[in-house]
């Protein structure tokens, strides 16, 4: 109970054993002081040694990092708190007095996010338990494709039978494709479902093929034209880059006729494609989301909004409600800018090859954050206060101002605002306005989110992070292993960026947000610079071991002692927590892998594109992931196979290193069982055991290099260049 005898809407609870955590964290630090204090007492002496007291320095530089960038991610972790929500309290308090909700779903490329897809997620959202009449629901198609009209025009028909449906059986999740195949049987319990059960899937499967076979074909049916004006835009569209803006309101919630099978009214639908111009950049999902926030402000106005990706449905009805929860407490509400659901994903395999899930990242940084001062934007399952993403800054007056925000702006008739809207999703209308830096999504940064979200929480705003026993959404995890590369190298790419950039939380966020929060943000902001220690502690100590220059102590030497503790009570940790939130052994090796292989690629070419960007030979781009891979790949897939495939770089550096690490361990095992001086084997035990371990996390390369023949394989040109690759740096190694 909050102050006055006032209930609250949510509470918070400290996360449990933070000082089993706390024992553990001051005792890695005691061996990394160690670890230090070796390097610089143990500094090869300067006679002869030259090549090994530079490796030494580059490793102890490496090292040194690596303790730095440990010590930072410690804020994140060290106070994770947990949000409870009581959405009964709510509904006594507030059923009447909701505010209302906008809702925008973002999509770019129809061939690589199936139009099908894309409502699903629209219907997921139609069908919140919430009043409809607050509902309205934007869908930005940056693809400009009549093929996604059209199935939100098929989607906004079938809408009058599903929403109902959800309603009466109370079914949980509420994209349609999700339930169905998750339910593939009605609850025989109940013969009145069964019935409805069988006639919707069949209306479902009906509209599926409609659609998809229009997709297929890759164009609309003149018949299908016919049904709906919306069409007509179209025959202005020459192409995808280069259209007039279109906005269609499918559904209009205001009127008397926009109402289900049973009567009951139906939320607003909208379909957006704003302008696109061939001289005007259109600046990715910002641009799109700045559109939908202008447009939305003129035909509904909700005063909470919420954002998610064309493959993230709603997975739980009751999300919107929780959310209110914390924008309409009456003791913390006014200061929450945006509510953040941590993001999952429906097609990961039992082991998760790809380490798409970030257990650990969800369960436990998230929550750190909000400790902290909360958590950031990231991008889809965010719930927005319209103010504070339109660029407000907090103050104390916007307390609860909900109750003369609830009736709507726009009295205007459907068609009168379909043509203001236009106006205001043109590609002129952001000249000269603050649009894009003060006000709105910010432009320039391919992580718009994380950006946003930090100028948001500079401006005096907090942020929570929430995660409900039933996640609240679900999207499409990449399938590829090349995919899952470049998605992260946009991301690395972008948050490097903000570091370096006048946004960097450590000099922008000084006296604007809690210290704790701007290192915090720290570690993910620093992912690129990663690669550089991460590819020298890879490469030189093995191709040391090679030449046999000692770099760490030897095996039975008590200096042996504070690494050996930093590795094990690290990983041992990592492990436990891992296990902990519910993953498996295997999982967890394959997270590692997958941490190492980013380090390595996605982080070095961020780093690379950072650099160019800075002196201004290459431009901010987003590579949008693909939602859908074919049969084969999709196979593989499932088997928790590595995909290859294509000859990238990445995949020649991921080799090379794989095939130089090989090298140096055979070569080391051979040394051992030829049996030269026990003692000078001693002094090179530790780098054996790192280069073993290399080998070990590799071994998925290796079989895709030599063992496997199906297309997934890694391509011959990447196996021969990274076998001449090794082969020199080994030889140069070796007779240097
Ligand atoms: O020009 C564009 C490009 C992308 N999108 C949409 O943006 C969303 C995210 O794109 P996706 O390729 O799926 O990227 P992800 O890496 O999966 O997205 C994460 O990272 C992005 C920032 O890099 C954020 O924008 C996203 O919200 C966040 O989910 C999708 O709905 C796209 O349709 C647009 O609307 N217009
Ligand atoms: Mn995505």
Redesign the pocket.
């Known amino acids: 109970m909050g102050k006055d005898g006032y209930l609250r809407l949510f509470e918070t609870k400290a996360a449990r054993g933070r000082i089993l955590f706390r024992c553990y964290a001051a005792s890695v630090l005691v061996g990394i002081t160690f670890i230090c204090v070796y390097r610089v007492v143990h500094f090869p002496a300067a006679d002869g040694q030259l090549l090994r007291r530079w490796a030494w320095m580059g490793l102890s530089l490496a090292e040194l990092w690596f303790s730095l960038y440990w010590f930072i991610t410690q804020f994140v972790r060290w106070n994770p708190i947990y949000r409870y929500t009581f959405k009964d309290r709510l509904s006594q308090k507030y059923e009447n007095a909701f505010p209302g909700i906008d809702i925008f779903v973002?999509?770019?490329e129809p061939r690589i996010?199936p139009p099908i897809m894309v409502i699903n997620t629209v219907l997921s959202v139609m069908a919140y338990n919430y009043p409809s009449q607050k509902l309205c629901i934007y869908l930005?198609d940056?693809g400009g494709s009549d093929l996604t009209f059209y199935a939100l025009l098929e989607a906004s028909r079938f809408s009058k039978h599903w929403l109902p449906f959800c309603r009466k059986f109370s079914i949980e999740p509420r994209s349609p494709a999700a339930y169905f195949s998750t339910n593939p049987k009605p609850h025989d319990s109940n013969p009145l479902m069964a019935q409805e059960w069988f006639s919707i899937k069949k209306s479902y499967e009906d509209m599926k093929n409609r659609i998809e076979t229009t997709t297929r074909l890759g164009r609309v049916s003149e018949e299908i034209r016919k049904e709906h004006k919306g069409f007509l835009e179209w025959n202005h569209v020459s192409t995808q880059y280069n259209h007039q803006s279109i906005v269609q309101i499918l559904i209009d919630g205001r009127e008397g006729k926009a109402v289900d099978v049973e009567g009951q009214s139906l939320p607003t639908l909208v379909y957006l494609s704003r302008e696109k111009r061939p001289q005007y950049h259109?600046n990715?999902?910002a641009g799109?989301m700045n559109s939908l926030i202008r447009v939305s402000s003129k035909i509904s106005n909700g005063s909470i909004i919420l954002n998610v990706?064309?493959?993230m449905y709603s997975n739980n009805s009751e999300s919107v409600r929780d959310a209110l929860c914390f924008f309409m407490d009456e003791e913390k509400g006014h200061e929450i800018a945006y509510v953040q659901f941590p993001p999952s994903y429906n097609n990961l395999t039992r082991n998760d090859l790809y380490g798409t899930c970030f257990r650990v990242l969800n369960e436990v940084d998230l929550p750190g954050l909000d400790a902290n001062g909360g958590p950031c934007y990231?991008?889809?399952g965010c719930f927005h206060r319209r103010k504070a993403l339109c660029g407000m800054k907090y103050s104390e007056e916007c307390e609860r101002e909900w109750k003369r925000e609830t009736d709507r702006t726009a009295r205007e008739s459907a068609s009168v605002l379909e043509a203001s809207c236009k106006v205001l999703a043109s590609c002129s209308y952001e000249e000269n306005t603050q649009w894009g830096k003060e006000m709105g999504l910010k432009y320039g940064c391919?992580?718009?989110?994380i950006i946003t979200g930090l100028s948001i929480q500079c401006r005096g705003w907090k942020s929570i992070s929430f995660s409900p026993e039933r996640k609240g959404f679900v999207g499409v995890a990449p399938t590829t292993l090349l995919q899952s590369l470049i998605?992260h190298k946009?991301?690395s790419e972008?948050n490097f960026q903000i570091f370096l950039s006048r946004y960097c939380p450590l000099l922008y966020g000084h006296k604007r947000i809690p210290l704790e929060l701007q290192f915090s943000y720290c570690p993910y902001l620093l992912w690129a610079p990663n690669c550089l220690p991460t590819l020298y502690y890879v490469a030189v100590p093995s191709l040391c071991l090679l030449g046999g220059i000692s770099l760490f102590p030897e095996i039975s030497s008590l200096w042996a002692l504070p690494f050996a503790y930093v590795i094990i009570a690290k990983y041992a940790y990592s492990l436990g927590e891992f296990l902990w939130f519910g993953g498996t052994i295997q999982g967890w090796w394959n997270e590692q892998r997958i941490w190492a292989l980013r380090r390595t690629t996605s982080y070095f070419f961020a780093l690379l594109d950072t650099i160019l960007k800075l002196l201004g030979f290459a431009e901010t781009t987003?590579a949008?992931?693909a939602k859908v891979s074919d049969e084969d790949v999709s196979r593989r897939y499932e088997q928790e196979v590595m995909e290859f495939g294509s000859p990238s770089p990445m995949f020649t550096i991921i080799a090379t290193l794989a095939m130089l690490n090989l090298f140096s361990f055979v070569c080391c095992v051979k040394r051992v069982f030829v049996g030269i001086q026990i003692k000078a084997l001693e002094s090179l035990a530790l780098q054996g055991i790192l280069c073993g371990v290399v080998v070990l996390i590799n071994l998925p390369v290796y079989q895709g290099l030599f063992f496997r023949k199906d297309k997934g394989a890694m391509p011959t040109s990447v196996t021969y260049k990274s076998v001449a690759l090794a082969l020199l740096a080994c030889s140069i190694a070796l007779y240097q």
């Open positions: 973002c999509t770019a996010e930005s940056d259109h990715f999902k799109a990706d064309c493959d990231i991008g889809s391919s992580v718009e989110d998605q946009r991301w972008g987003f949008v992931t």
